[in-house]
């Protein structure tokens, strides 16, 4: 079965300082990866995707995940925090035997202090 | 750009009454999904539909139905709800295929049983 595990429910950084949100993941077979952001009341948003190709993944506002298959890793990253960063991050993979069905990890919250 | 449409955005019920959320996809995408999520809680799948029909089901009850119409919306149908039925419900939908295509998500029906 896919899973993915995100072992920090909250993560605690300093504006301006690098972010580390960690993810990690169990598939059979190739793993399609994913990082979504929730912010209060909202519907998830996309941030990026890892499929195949280069181990570092840029997507949105600033944000970059490395996928690590060794360590069977996919952790969301940013150089320099943003008091606005701070939200509900998810973690997602996609299930290589049905492409319609996605199991999300627990959610890690993000809390940016100025 | 076009986002995926849910309404209504909240909803009050009572213990043993009917509901009905719809949720309209982004034009071209054909496949849908719908979650619920509980407070601090992660999203959990319940069911997806691709070209109108039934693609898989996840933890939906089974007096929850749903089903994909012509035009590719679809309806949640929610009978005898209960307090445990309060939650956010939210609809994604992606193109279709075997791409990895992301999930773009709505912005949610807040469904509060009394």
């Known amino acids: 079965a896919q899973s993915v595990a995100q072992p920090e429910d909250q993560v605690n950084v300093a504006e301006g300082n690098p972010l580390t949100v960690k993810c990690t993941y169990s598939?059979?077979?190739?793993?399609?990866l994913f990082w979504y952001v929730q912010y209060p009341n909202r519907g998830l948003q996309f941030l990026l995707k890892?499929?195949?190709?280069?181990?570092l993944v840029k997507g949105s506002y600033g944000f970059e995940a490395e996928f690590n298959k060794s360590q069977t890793s996919f952790h969301l990253k940013k150089p320099s925090a943003l008091v606005s960063d701070s939200a509900l991050y998810f973690c997602?993979?996609?299930?290589?035997?049905?492409?319609?069905?996605?199991?999300f990890g627990s959610g890690t919250k993000l809390n940016v202090k100025p | 750009a076009a986002g995926v449409i849910q309404s209504p955005r909240h909803l009050i019920k009572e213990k043993r009454e009917t509901a009905t959320l719809k949720c309209y996809p982004i034009?071209?995408?054909?496949?849908v999904y719908w979650y619920q999520q509980g407070p601090g809680q992660d999203p959990q799948f319940l069911i997806s539909?691709?070209?109108?029909?039934?693609?898989d089901k996840g933890s939906i009850p089974d007096r929850f139905s749903a089903q994909q119409f012509s035009d590719y919306h679809s309806e949640l149908n929610m009978s005898s709800l209960e307090l445990g039925d309060s939650a956010l419900y939210f609809c994604?939908?992606?193109?279709?295929?075997?791409?990895?295509?992301?999930?773009?998500f709505g912005p949610g029906t807040r469904l509060t049983v009394t």
């Open positions: 994604a939908s992606s193109l279709p295929g075997e791409e990895a295509y992301e999930q773009y």
């Open positions: 598939v059979s077979g190739n793993p399609y």
């Open positions: 890892y499929i195949t190709g280069d181990n």
């Open positions: 997602a993979v996609r299930d290589v035997n049905n492409f319609n069905k996605f199991y």
């Open positions: 034009p071209r995408h054909d496949t």
């Open positions: 539909f691709y070209e109108k029909m039934q693609s």
